[in-house]
């Protein structure tokens, strides 16, 4: 049997990185780096997680792929191409990121091979005048998103978005966007590492050159009509008997919300697929097989192999919680639970489909 994975995180510097994984999140990083990111799962060129405990220790993820791939990651994986759908980490932005947008499947596996990228964000720690970009200005088309590159004023039309600790944002491929300095986040997304500069604020990069922008690209795969107009995430929340579970994004690609945990936390993995659990608060004793016991804290990942079955996490904290899931599936789930409509909506990811008298159905 298996059981609850660790992987090593891997650690990308970048110029506008810094210490605030350490500080918030316990991670072990060198004194005065400029840590911008803690790959926690990952199976990309860029970065491949090695597992960090148990008897499978120094294996890789791509082994696992290899040699359990139902075992470990469930019957979902069986419909996947060879690659691990997802990519997960930690952000510390000590100073702004580039504004940026990512392609959708289609144009990135025409041009980049590899997948797109939709991801979301929960905002793990924020200065109090934290702020990020999504999307433009109202109003604001292509034509003025071009001119604005070529006349250095794209400042003028990006809209900010004030945010704060346990704030939510879901950026479906196609989304202009930036994190703002003095914010960590937790970011879960397509296993893609494919970024298109739009602008990077006239700076220098860790080379003391200005870093590459990809304009053709950014405005090839840029959606200039679709942006969310209030982009924090409400999400569902859900009481049970010793936490609260707020479900906030639920699309294709991956399901992803929180745990609040008072007191514990019960469920079973039945086979169908993996689950990944990132630890942001607190500190939790993981009870699973025959009173096999793996402590879990603040700062941590952990993988579920789809085979683990039933586990308990006694403590007290919060967790973010990943997995993937057909929204129809979960839109079902939900219905069958009492919620209506407006509840569901709620969820971003399920804000995409609309109920008539024929049931749930795409928009699109």
């Not at 290899?66 to 510390?92: A, H, Y």
Request: include cysteine.
């Amino acid at each position: 049997m298996l059981y609850p994975i660790k992987f090593k995180p891997i650690y990308k510097e970048k110029v506008w990185g810094g210490q605030s994984l350490k500080k918030c999140l316990n991670k072990d990083i060198v004194e005065n780096s400029l840590i911008g990111e803690s790959w926690e799962v990952c199976a990309h060129p860029s970065g491949t997680s090695i597992i960090d405990n148990g008897a499978l220790q120094g294996k890789s993820i791509i082994d696992l792929l290899k040699e359990n791939r139902e075992e470990v990651f469930g019957k979902i994986s069986l419909s996947w191409e060879e690659q691990f759908p997802l990519l997960i980490k930690f952000i510390d932005a000590k100073d702004k990121l580039s504004v940026q947008v990512h392609p959708d499947d289609d144009y990135a596996k025409k041009y980049e091979k590899e997948l797109g990228k939709t991801e979301m964000w929960y905002i793990v720690d924020a200065v109090s005048d934290a702020y990020l970009i999504y999307g433009l200005s109202e109003g604001a088309k292509k034509d003025e998103f071009i001119t604005s590159i070529k006349e250095n004023t794209i400042e003028n039309i990006l809209k900010k978005v004030s945010v704060k600790k346990g704030d939510v944002l879901f950026i479906p491929s196609g989304s202009i966007h930036a994190i703002g300095e003095g914010i960590v986040l937790a970011e879960i997304q397509q296993n893609s590492d494919t970024t298109y500069r739009v602008y990077d604020w006239n700076r220098l990069g860790l080379d003391g050159k200005p870093r590459q922008l990809h304009v053709k690209q950014a405005i090839a795969v840029t959606d200039f009509e679709n942006y969310m107009k209030e982009p924090i995430v409400k999400g569902l929340q859900i009481k049970k008997q010793g936490y609260t579970r707020t479900i906030y994004v639920c699309c294709k690609y991956f399901t992803t919300e929180s745990l609040d945990i008072h007191t514990q936390y019960s469920d079973k993995i039945d086979g169908e697929r993996f689950e990944i659990y990132m630890c942001i608060d607190g500190a939790f004793k993981m009870i699973y097989g025959e009173d096999k016991v793996e402590q879990f804290s603040k700062g941590e990942t952990i993988f579920m192999p789809a085979n683990i079955g039933s586990f308990q996490m006694k403590g007290e904290g919060k967790i973010i919680r990943t997995y993937i899931m057909n929204p129809l599936e979960m839109i079902q789930n939900l219905k069958d639970m009492g919620y209506i409509y407006e509840d569901i909506c709620n969820i971003s990811g399920l804000n995409q489909y609309k109920l008539d008298e024929r049931g749930w159905r795409n928009k699109r």
